[in-house]
Each structure stands twice: as C-alpha cells, then as structure tokens.
C-alpha cells in the first residue's frame, strides 16, 4: 500500500504542471491511498505520518498558495481549471487542519524529522528489515541509500555465491535510472525502485548518487574499514548481512537441528503458490536454509528436502506456463538438479517417492525416507529446455548457445535414468525411458549407420542398440498406452532415419497404429506424422517409390506438411486464429534442431508421385475412368501448363514438372538431368547421407518408368520393336529390358508378346477403333447399371416404392445419356427420401434433372 | 562333405519336441551332410533327458568304442525299469475297466465325456484321480519312446477329460506327438486340427504364448502335411490363408517358407492364386530368409528373370534331396517348376526356339520337344511346332472387339429379365 502512495505522488509531482483538474483528481487519489495506507502505517510506525507524505503535503500547499497569490496567471486560466483550483485549495485546507501540527513541525525542521525516523530506523533494524522501505525520503534520503543497496546485497548474497558484488552494483543502477521497465520486475525490487524513483523525480540529483556509488565502490576496494559515515553505515550492514539473516530463521543461540530445520523448511513453503508471496524471497530463503543445513552437517537427507524445495519453488518462479523460464535460472535449476542427483545417488539408502507422506518421512537415521518425484522434476526440466529452445529464434546464435546446454540435459536424463534402475519401478523406469528416447531418436549416428551397413560388427554399442534395449522395455513394461505408442513412433523414426526399412516398416505394420492415432494426443500425432515422413524418405532411399508416395501422400496432398509436423504455424485462410489458439499451436511447435527439411520432403514426393503418375497417365491416356494417384503433383503440373511462357526452372518444384514433361516425351536423358543435376544437388539430393546412393537408384528409376511410358505412349505407331534397339535407347541392360516388357505383357498392361528368335517385341493389333471403343464404354455402362439394379434390389431399405419407378426409368436415361452411371448412384439416396409419392412426380423430377 | 547351408535342421529343432528331432537326425545322418560323430554327440544330448536309456546306451558304444557305459546311465536304466513298474501296478486298475467290453462299446458310443465319465465312476469303481494317473504315465511311455502306448493311453484320456483341464492342450500336444512317431497320419492330422482349435480358442493365454504354440504347431504340422495325401492342399489352406499362421510364419520363422513355397509349386489345382499370394509374402521376407526355392519364385514371378530362375531351379534340386521333409517331392517339384517357367513362357512369347527352351528347362532338345508335343496333345498349350525353324509358334490370344463386346453384354439381359419378377412383385403392390 506503501507503494500505491508512493505511485500517486510521483505522479501527483509529474501532473504539477498540467491543468489543475488532474491535479486535483491526483490530490483526491493521494487521499484515498493515504486512508487505506493509514492501517499500516499505525501499526508499523507507531502512528507516525511518513515524512515523504508530510512532504508533499506541503510541497502542494506552497504551490497552490503561489499560484493563487499569482492573480493575473489565474485570470488567465480556462473555466475548469479555475474552478478546480478554488476546490482544490478549500480542500486541502480542509485536509491540512488534521496534519496541523506535524507540517508545522515539518515546516520548522524537516532534517529532524527524518533524523527522527532514522533513529527509528537503527532501532528497528534489528528486528525488523521489512520497514527499511518505508524510511522517509527527505534531503536525508541519500544517507539512507546504503541501507537499499544493503538488502539488494543482501539478496545477491545468498543468491549465488558466484556472482560477485562488484558485477551487482552496476546493474543495481541501472535499474534505477530505467525505472519504467520495471513493471514487470519483481515486487522486492519494485519497491526499491520506485523509491530511488521517487528520490530521482524529486531531487533530480543523480550526480550525487553517482558520487555515493563512487564512494562505495572505492569503499569496497579499501575494505569494510572505512571511517566514513555512510560507509559506516555500509560496513554495519555488511557484517550484518549473514548474521542478520540468520536470527531470522533460528535465533543466535538456537540450536540448529533436523525438525528445527524442517520446520522453517515448511513455514517457508507454506507460502507457496499464495497471492502475493515473493517467490524471488523464498527462493533465497531456501538457499539460506540449505546452506545451514550444510553447515550444520544435518545430513543428506535433510539437505536433498530442502533441494527438492528449492527446484520446486524455481519453478513456480515462473508465472506462467506457457513462457521459458529466465535463462539465468535455467541455468541455476541444471546445476541444482545435478547437485541432487549426485546427492541422490551417493546416498543408497534412501528411499524417494511421491507415495511417502510428509509424516512418514524419515530423515534422521537410515532408511531415510523423503517425500518427492525426482522424475517430475527432470521431466520439468527438459519441458522447460525444450519452450527456451521455442523461445529463440531458431537461426541465431542464441539458438546454439542454448542447445549447448542439451549435452548437459542428456546428462541428468542419464544420470536419473542409472538412479532409477537401481532404485525405481517399472513405470517411472519407462518415463525415464521415454526421456531418454524422446533425446535420442532423431539424431543421426554414423556408427550405427555403418553397423547397419556391416561395417562395424553388431555387438558395438550404437543409438541403435541402445534404442532397442529401451523401447523393448517399454514394450514390455509399460502399462500405459501413451507411453508404447511414443517409444513405438521413436523406434520407427530411428530406424527409419538409419536405412533399417525392412525392420521399420514391419514395425509399423505390427503395431496397428494408423487405426487408432486419430485418438491419441496431438503431440503423439505430430510424432506419428514425423514418423511416417521418415518411413517415406527411408522408403525413397531403398528404391521403394510406391511405398515412399503413400507414406508421404496423407501429409502432402493438403499441402500442411508444415502445420502436420509441427514445424510451423501457417496462416489461415478462412477465419483468424484467437490468441487463445495461436499459443497453443505455438506450445506444440517442435523445436528447431528436430526439423525435417520441408523441401526435400516435397522434392521426394513429387519424385516418386511423377515415377508413379507418368507411366500410369500415359497408359491410361484414353481411359475415360482415370483416376489421379497424386492430387497435388496434378496440381503442379496444372500449373505449369497455365503459363503462357515456361522458362527455364529455377525452383525444385519447377525441376520436377519439368522433368515429367521430359518423361511423357520418353526423353529419359533430358528428365534425369533435370533431377540431378547442381541445383537439384544443393537443393535436395545433397542432403541424404548416402547421396551418391540415392541419385544412382533415382537415375535407374528414371530409365526404367521411362521405358514404360515410351511403350505406353508410342507403341501404336509400331508393329515391332527390337530389344537390343531399346536396351540402347534407354542404356538398361537387356535383362531389364526383358523383365519390364515381360511384366507389362503378363499384367496385360500392353497387348504384345515376345518373339523369342529375333528378340522382339510384336504388338498385337487390339486397339479398337472409336467406334469399338465406345461401344466397349457402352457396354461397361451397360454392365454397370445391371450390377446396380441388382445391388438396388439387394438392399432391403431402397427397396420400396419409389425407388422401383426409378429404376423403371433409369435404364431408359442411362441410354440416352452419355454423364457417368455414378450420378445415378449418387442421386438415388436423394431422390428417394424426397419423393416417395408417385410415379408420375419422379418421372419429372427425372426429365427435369436431365434435359 | 562340408556344412550345407541350406540346411534348416538348426532352425526348426528349436520348434521341435526332443523325440520329434530324431528322425531328423536319422535322415542326416543317412545323408551324410554332417559328421557323424558330430551327430552322435548331438543325439546323445537329446536323449539326455529323457527315459529311452537303451537307445542312448546304444548310442554311447558306438560312439566312444571300448569304453564302458558311464555309471549315471545304468542308475538312471534301473530307476525308469523301477518307475515302470510301479507305473503299472498303479495302472493296473484302470485298464482291467477300459478291458471291458461293455466299457469299450460305451467308449465308442459315447459322445459327452461328462456323461461317458459318471458312467465309469458309477458302475466301474472309476475313481477321478485315476485321469492324472493315466496322465502321468502316458507321458513316461512317451519318454520311453513307446509312442504308440502313449497315443493309445492319451486317447483315453482325452475321451475323459474335459477341455478346461490344465492338461488338456498338453495332452493334445503329446498325442499329436505320438501319432507323428508312430507314423499314423490319419489320426495325426485330426489332432492337429483339434489342437488348432484349442491354440485358436485359447483367449486365456497372452498372445505371445499364443504365438509360440501356433509356432510349434506349424513345425509339427509339417510331419504331417508332408506325408498325409491331403497334406500338400491344406499346407496351403492353413499357412497361406489364415492370417494368424501367415503372421506367426512372417515374424517368428519364415524359414517355413519354403516348404510353404513346394507345396504351392507341386500344387497342381489352386496355384495362380496361391502363387500371387506366395509371391506377395515372399517379397515382403526377402531380406529376412531367402533359399533357392524362394528365390526361384522371386526370380519367376517378380523379376520374370528366366536365365536366374534356371539356376536357382538346379540348386532347389539339391535342397530339396537335403531336406528330410520335401525329399520326397522333388521330382513333382522339378516337373512342377519347369511347366511354371514354360507356362510363364508361353505367356510372354508368341514364338520361342525349341532349343532355347530345351535349355531353359534343363533338357535335351529332343526331350523337350517330346515334353510340348505332350503337353498340345494334352490340350494343355495352344500351340504349334515350326519344325523347319524349330519354332514353337503359339496360338494368338488376341479377342477381336467384337468378341469383347458380345462376352460382356451376354448375360446382361438374362440378369435384367431375373430382376422383374422381383421388380413386378412391388409393383403391383402398389
């Protein structure tokens, strides 16, 4: 309430200038605060009204007087203001006759009065430190300055040991001189500020405080004996500052013992998580109580509880969820947890765990037993590791330094993770698990790479193994099913990213996820997601093109790869996103370094969508049913035909379009060296680690769907085509050659056969003419409708009145009309719900729909 | 002599019971594929644990001549003689019952086992316990190797108990067992089939379990399907087309592949089918088990590669006369696969040389020649032979539009004519 006061009259000073009427409103708000300040100021100072508020009383008495005295300045003055200033002084009078006495005190010796207080002040410091802000802040206010600076020192003291004062007292001054960021600082220090604030405000005289920091600094260098006043002053509170700290948790003579400490420990964190408890102020009083407890050499037990207490309140630091915690207590919380785990672990006989209760602890003889979840902490952290990551732009140096910090992650994860298998149950062995796979499953490991290549024998430990090692006992062990899918989705990824495609895709198929991952948990999703491009792109690399397209083909065809995989939010056409939405796709975003590259994976299915569609298109140019296997490669194709003027390409997508023109025309050379060459080199192909690989199979690839769309295409205009003539035009061996002609002919996809003697291909005259085509088209239709009647009358709902006109009838429309059967299909359902009335309405509905 | 790497024996025993390995054994070592001391040694661990202590002795003076018979073997004669012995006091009782004759006709006329057991315990002083006896010495004969005993006393059993019983699935297996090695294949595959029930019914067991037990049944299965008449159509029924066997094959053994692979080659009525199906599995297993047989049907059927399939076709010849189950097809085998590779032929070509195929198929020109001229009278092949040219020429399987269109609008009116009378009936509802 202090500070409220202390707010209204900085302002009220600011104001001065203005009109009266705000002056005024500040005058009735400076009121108002000092009523309510009014409870605690009795209590905590006897009674006694704060000099800064006899201050400024005075201060608006001698202004206003001025200004009244000032006759020609108050004609001039507008209506309001004239008006507000007549109220204003009858007011302040008014107010005025309760402080009579105490301004006329104030009036005659203003130096005493703060003197006064001073006294006051030496006298309370013992037992009371709080009261140090409310001090009054006449001219007397510098020599009280040290005291700020004492608690601040204070803080930095048993903050960390590892920042030295010197660093502190800068930053100490800047704060005060960049007073109005420090809304979002914490209370303790707001306090302070907006007391050097006001000591600014008032007196304008920073020079002198500079002059004070100047002292002190060389006070510092001199030492704590300087016979200065005010470094008297300093030196007190310096000595004091432990000492001081101390009486406040035990008293001089107390003794320091296990349930003494336990419970200060959990007075202290009775506070927690209540409004207005100065979660900075616990932090260190729990530092300080570890600290005793190391001193006192109370034992680990009792030291582990008060850590534990100590991560915990670091993390309720942070306010809100959604935000990274500072890096500076990022910083802190590694090493403490580190601390902890080495305490954890040198201490065997203790058992830890969230199902002891805070009386069933015990912490002074073995077995000791402490309260608390060493998992949930960890786990914590590496949440917190992963929104800092989020939090940095992800191409700045920033990013890096704080990734560095990964290392030391994986190293508690590890170091809980032996904890635990000595120590802990299944299910928390399983999330530690899941930690340690979550850091590992994505990162690339040349070892295992060449394991998996039988360069390197199977015995040696590669994230390969160790991957299998614990996703098998997540497999086993894990009763939740969260828990499997991820390891499942990991494993997958692992396998997949190290070429094992084999045993990555039979994973997949045993494991039954694509019928329930539409159930599970969004994250579960992004990683199933993950898992499937990595399936795709591992599929791509073995040569398997089908396989690679319909497992990229559900994340590319709406063209969302990026949203689908987390890796970025995309702006929304229809509607806008609330806030409320932004943040919480924002908190689902994957960190950077965990990327898959969004170009290569569109290069990779336009690439097998092409090997996949061309031949497919060519074969089918005339089938008036064709169906599209690749929406979005269509769409690029499209495209490009849209263009009044084609260039040459520049972007990847352009590359491929391109490149299948080639391929329709036959012109394989041409298509592969618009595939791989420089370009598409940098851009794409590069990227894969066995490059060299990937462009031979893609090259392969290219000549043999090649071959077949140049039969498809052209094989009308030839009676016979010699093999040897295009195994040379397409560079394939002859046995290629043989086994693709031999596959087309068995599947019946070209009408020829083989003649052995000469090693030809002879085609066999079947293509209908137009004539005969279409009336092989009529027929089909024919059949069609034949099978759809008989499907009509099989199904017992349709099966009533309506329905039997329109089947009258449709044979009869089906003939005369050359749309597709499936309309009829379709309508049917329809038609039949809105008229089931006679057979005269449907026949026009009928003709009406038609004609 | 040298390992022969296509030798499965090391891949199935796992999946085997102990007696089940013998004949495995008793055909390696007549095929002389491993040494034989080797195989003796390994012959004389499997009897290791079990009572046939005269073969093992047997086993030890040829294998270590001149030596004596080691002592825990003599101890180990005398107590199963002992056991015997009492075995069969204790069993005295409860076959002077089923000697009965009215009890055999019960036995044979009875279908509920409740029923057919409160009769005996009714009129013949039978008593519950006696199952267990029955049980337990049933297995000793199994492990003295009197298999048909064993059969015979499981049949008892079996007709007693009911299917809940712990030792039911158990007793199955062990029956299953004992008409393998008695050679009585009719019965055996009816105990296969049951004990298929049983694993397939088992909702009690963990999945793994259940997988483990189908494992073990398509190994034994294989004693069965290899030398029942009917075996080689339902190899196929069983692993091919019920997913849960195909599933068991494909992640714990494909190495069964390729006796799944002979059956559907020698398999003369169902194989297009069959084939694109095994073809399917195939490719998926190839990188986790690939032999000549597997290969040549890969080689055949996916890389419609004829020259690699040729050879693989050689090398299946000496796989399958190595393989104690497929020994005795190979010649359906190799007659089998050379018509595959023909008919795939004859398919793709419209004209082949008659020596070109003579040396595709692995024969003399003039065998060949005999072999087509064969098969055109067989009306199998619509062919005709270019004896100037040595030609095979085929007969053109081009259908002319026409054709086309009238095979498609045939039935079409017949099919709508069906439908009026079903159409009227509503109408004149109406």
């Given at each position: 309430i202090v500070i409220i006061v202390i707010l209204y009259l900085s302002n009220l000073h600011n104001r001065c200038d203005l009109i009266f009427l705000s002056y005024f409103e500040g005058f009735e708000d400076l009121c108002k605060a000092y009523q309510k300040a009014l409870n605690v100021v009795k209590k905590e100072e006897g009674g006694k009204i704060p000099g800064f508020f006899l201050r400024c009383l005075v201060d608006l008495e001698d202004y206003i007087n001025q200004v009244w005295e000032d006759k020609d300045g108050r004609k001039n003055m507008s209506k309001n203001n004239a008006k507000s200033l007549t109220t204003l002084r009858q007011k302040l009078r008014k107010y005025t006759r309760d402080f009579e006495e105490e301004i006329r005190l104030f009036r005659e010796n203003p130096d005493a009065e703060d003197s006064d207080v001073e006294k006051d002040e030496v006298d309370e410091d013992d037992d009371d430190s709080v009261m140090d802000d409310d001090e009054p802040l006449g001219p007397a206010a510098f020599k009280k300055e040290p005291s700020i600076p004492k608690e601040e020192k204070k803080v930095v003291e048993s903050e960390s040991d590892l920042d030295s004062d010197e660093s502190d007292w800068p930053s100490d001054s800047d704060e005060t001189s960049s007073s109005s960021e420090d809304d979002r600082k914490i209370e303790g220090r707001t306090r302070e500020t907006f007391l050097k604030k006001k000591v600014d405000d008032l007196e304008g005289e920073k020079t002198k405080k500079e002059k004070i920091r100047d002292k002190r600094k060389t006070k510092k260098e001199k030492g704590e004996s300087d016979d200065d006043t005010k470094d008297g002053w300093q030196s007190v509170s310096k000595k004091a500052a432990i000492p001081r700290e101390k009486p406040k948790m035990f008293g001089k003579d107390d003794e320091v013992t296990i349930p003494a400490v336990v419970k200060k420990l959990s007075e202290i964190m009775a506070a927690r998580g209540k409004k207005g408890t100065d979660r900075k102020e616990q932090i260190e009083l729990l530092h300080e109580l570890f600290n005793i407890a190391k001193e006192n050499t109370l034992g680990l037990p009792v030291q582990i509880k008060i850590q534990f207490n100590l991560i915990m309140s670091i993390y309720d630091y942070n306010p809100s969820v959604s935000d990274p915690m500072k890096v500076d207590f990022w910083e802190k919380i590694l090493v403490k947890i580190d601390e902890l785990l080495d305490m954890l672990a040198i201490t065997p006989e203790l058992a830890i765990g969230e199902h002891i209760t805070e009386e069933s602890e015990s912490l002074e003889k073995p077995p000791y037993r402490v309260r608390g979840c060493v998992l949930t902490i960890v786990e914590r952290m590496d949440e917190e590791f992963i929104k800092l990551l989020k939090a940095c732009d992800a191409h700045s140096n920033e990013y890096v330094v704080r990734l560095r910090d990964e290392i030391q992650t994986c190293k508690i994860i590890d170091k809980l993770l032996q904890y635990e298998e000595e120590h802990g149950m299944p299910s928390d062995i399983c999330r530690i698990y899941l930690r340690k796979i979550e850091h590992l499953y994505y990162k690339y490991d040349k070892k295992a790479a060449k394991q998996v290549k039988g360069e390197l024998p199977e015995a040696e430990v590669t994230s390969l193994n160790e991957m299998d090692r614990l996703c098998k006992y997540i497999f086993v062990r894990d009763n939740t099913d969260r828990l499997r899918t991820r390891a499942v989705l990991c494993h997958i990824y692992h396998m997949s990213l190290h070429d094992k495609w084999y045993e990555a895709r039979d994973l997949m198929l045993m494991a039954h996820l694509q019928e329930t991952i539409q159930h599970s948990d969004l994250p579960t999703q992004i990683l199933y997601n993950r898992t499937m491009v990595q399936l795709g792109l591992c599929a791509f690399r073995h040569g398997n093109v089908k396989e690679a397209h319909n497992a990229l083909l559900d994340i590319q065809s709406g063209g969302r790869a990026k949203e689908l995989l987390a890796q970025g939010l995309l702006p929304q056409r229809q509607y806008e996103r609330t806030t409320e939405q932004e943040k919480q796709e924002k908190q689902r975003q994957i960190p950077f370094h965990q990327h898959i590259n969004l170009e290569m994976l569109e290069c990779v299915y336009l690439v097998s969508a092409m090997l996949i569609e061309i031949p497919y298109m060519a074969a089918h140019e005339?089938?008036?049913?064709r169906r599209m296997i690749s929406k979005s490669f269509h769409h690029q194709l499209k495209n490009s035909e849209r263009q009044s003027l084609v260039g040459p390409p520049e972007s990847m997508r352009e590359h491929v379009v391109a490149a299948s023109k080639a391929m329709r025309n036959g012109n394989w050379n041409l298509c592969r060296s618009l595939l791989l060459n420089d370009k598409m080199n940098a851009k794409v192909w590069d990227l894969f680690h066995e490059a060299e690989k990937v462009r031979l199979m893609l090259g392969r690839k290219i000549q043999e769907e090649s071959l077949r769309t140049y039969l498809f295409t052209y094989s009308h205009v030839y009676d016979s085509i010699s093999l040897v003539t295009l195994s040379e035009m397409f560079e394939l061996p002859y046995g290629t050659v043989h086994a693709i002609i031999s596959k087309l002919i068995i599947n019946e996809e070209i009408m020829a056969s083989l003649d052995e003697p000469t090693s030809c291909l002879v085609m066999h005259r079947t293509e209908p003419s137009s004539l005969q085509s279409l009336s092989l088209q009529l027929a089909d239709k024919l059949y069609n409708l034949v099978e759809n009647n008989e499907r009509i009358l099989d199904q017992k709902p349709f099966f009533s009145r309506g329905m039997q006109v329109i089947i009258r009838w449709f044979p009869f429309f089906s003939l005369c009309?050359?749309?597709?059967?499936k309309i009829f299909e379709k309508m049917l359902g329809p038609v039949w719900r809105c008229y089931s009335g006679g057979p005269q309405k449907i026949k026009k509905f009928c003709v009406y729909f038609f004609f | 002599m040298g390992e022969n790497i296509y030798d499965l024996t090391s891949k199935l025993a796992p999946f085997l019971d102990r007696h089940l390995v013998f004949p495995l054994m008793e055909f390696l070592s007549v095929q002389k594929t491993y040494d034989e001391t080797d195989l003796r040694h390994a012959r004389l661990d499997i009897l290791s644990n079990t009572n046939m202590v005269d073969f093992a002795m047997d086993i030890f003076t040829t294998l270590y001549e001149g030596k004596e018979v080691s002592h825990e073997l003599i101890e180990q004669r005398s107590k199963v003689v002992s056991q015997l012995n009492s075995f069969q006091e204790e069993t005295d009782p409860i076959f002077k019952i089923f000697a009965e004759k009215e009890v055999q006709k019960q036995l044979q006329s009875s279908r509920d086992q409740q029923s057919l057991m409160n009769y005996l315990v009714e009129n013949h002083g039978f008593r519950p316990e006696m199952l267990d006896t029955l049980y337990t010495f049933a297995k000793f004969q199994y492990e003295c190797g009197n298999y048909s005993a064993a059969a015979d006393y499981l049949y008892l059993y079996r007709g007693l108990v009911p299917v809940t019983d712990k030792n039911f699935v158990v007793s199955l297996w062990g029956k299953l067992a004992s008409e393998i090695l008695t050679q009585n294949w009719e019965n055996a595959l009816e105990d296969l089939n049951r004990l298929k029930e049983a694993i397939d019914s088992g909702a009690s067991n963990s999945p793994l379990q259940v997988l483990q037990q189908r494992t073990w049944l398509i190994h034994w299965s294989l004693f069965v399907f290899f030398n029942h008449p009917k075996g080689r159509d339902l190899i196929i029924e069983m692993f091919l087309y019920q997913p849960s066997y195909l599933n068991a094959i494909q992640t714990?053994?494909?190495?069964?592949l390729r006796y799944l692979a002979t059956a559907v080659i020698i398999n003369k009525t169902s194989r297009r089918q069959a084939m694109r199906d095994l073809v399917r599995v195939i490719q998926q297993e190839m990188y986790a088990y690939a032999d000549p047989i597997t290969e040549f049907v890969a080689n055949l059927y996916v890389d419609f590669d004829f020259d690699a399939a040729q050879e693989k076709l050689k090398q299946c010849a000496t796989v399958l006369e190595n393989d104690f189950f497929l020994v005795a097809c190979q010649k359906d085998f190799i007659e089998n696969a050379r018509l595959m590779i023909f008919e795939l032929f004859c398919r793709i070509h419209q004209c082949i040389s008659i020596n070109m195929l003579a040396e595709k198929l692995n024969m003399t020109p003039k065998d060949a020649e005999k072999w087509i001229v064969n098969l055109i009278r067989q009306a199998k092949l619509d062919a005709k032979i270019d004896s100037k040219e040595g030609h095979v020429v085929m007969g053109t399987q081009a259908v002319s539009p026409y054709q086309q269109l009238i095979d498609k609008t045939k039935n079409l009116s017949f099919r709508t004519q069906i439908l009026i009378p079903l159409k009227g009936c509503c109408y004149t509802e109406e």
């Open positions: 005339f089938d008036a049913r009309l050359p749309p597709e059967i | 714990m053994c494909p190495h069964v």
